[in-house]
T-cell receptor, first 115, second 110 residues
Framework: AQSVTQLGSHVSVSEGALVLLRCNYSSSVPPYLFWYVQYPNQGLQLLLKYTSAATLVKGINGFEAEFKKSETSFHLTKPSAHMRDAAEYFC?????????????FGTGTRLQVFP | NAGVTQTPKFRVLKTGQSMTLLCAQDMNHEYMYWYRQDPGMGLRLIHYSVGEGTTAKGEVPDGYNVSRLKKQNFLLGLESAAPSQTSVYFCASILGGQAFFGQGTRLTVV
């Protein structure tokens, strides 16, 4: 069965520090992988997506993620955190599901950024 | 371009009351989903639709019903609300595996 595991429900960094949010997936078919961000009291917005092209994917707001098949990982990184990056981040995998595509979400990682 | 719009944004219900959440999208997407978001559990799929007139159960469908009479609208109904249905509900339309989310409906059942 397909699944997504996000390691660490909370991550805290100082402003300017490296951000690393971890995501591992399980899929019996080549996956499409996504990172979404949710700011307080808002819906989810797409940060970036991997759809079997380049393994290093660049997204909005300076985030990027690398697809590593050997490690079944899709970790999200940003070289230098900003206060505005404080939000909840969800990793998701899209897999065929009956006659549609199903998005399976991880449980989320809340990023705190300290000045 | 409004994208995905959910109404209402907030609602408080008493146990046993019924209500309908409306999701409207203007992107002409075939696939629409209803999720619920609870702390520490991520998003869980309630019901989904692959086109006008079709609906199907997701992971947590009990206590909910849906209808997709028009392509742009996907309704989520609670016939008899229970406190366990207190949650934030998100609607999404999906194209190419990518989801476009509404702003959410925060529902409290007392």
């Amino acid at each position: 069965a397909q699944s997504v595991t996000q390691l660490g429900s909370h991550v805290s960094v100082s402003e300017g520090a490296l951000v690393l949010l971890r995501c591992n997936y399980s899929s019996s078919v080549p996956p499409y992988l996504f990172w979404y961000v949710q700011y307080p009291n808002q819906g989810l917005q797409l940060l970036l997506k991997y759809t079997s092209a380049a393994t290093l994917v660049k997204g909005i707001n300076g985030f990027e993620a690398e697809f590593k098949k050997s490690e079944t990982s899709f970790h999200l990184t940003k070289p230098s955190a900003h206060m505005r990056d404080a939000a909840e981040y969800f990793c998701a995998v899209s897999v065929p599901y009956h006659n549609t595509d199903k998005l399976i979400f991880g449980t989320g990682t809340r990023l705190q950024v300290f000045p | 371009n409004a994208g995905v719009t959910q109404t209402p944004k907030f609602r408080v219900l008493k146990t046993g009351q019924s209500m309908t959440l409306l999701c409207a999208q203007d992107m002409n997407h075939e696939y629409m989903y209803w999720y619920r978001q609870d702390p520490g559990m991520g998003l869980r799929l309630i019901h989904y639709s692959v086109g006008e007139g079709t609906t199907a159960k997701g992971e947590v469908p009990d206590g909910y019903n849906v209808s997709r009479l028009k392509k742009q609208n996907f309704l989520l109904g609670l016939e008899s609300a229970a406190p366990s249905q207190t949650s934030v509900y998100f609607c999404a339309s999906i194209l190419g595996g990518q989801a476009f989310f509404g702003q959410g409906t925060r529902l409290t059942v007392v």
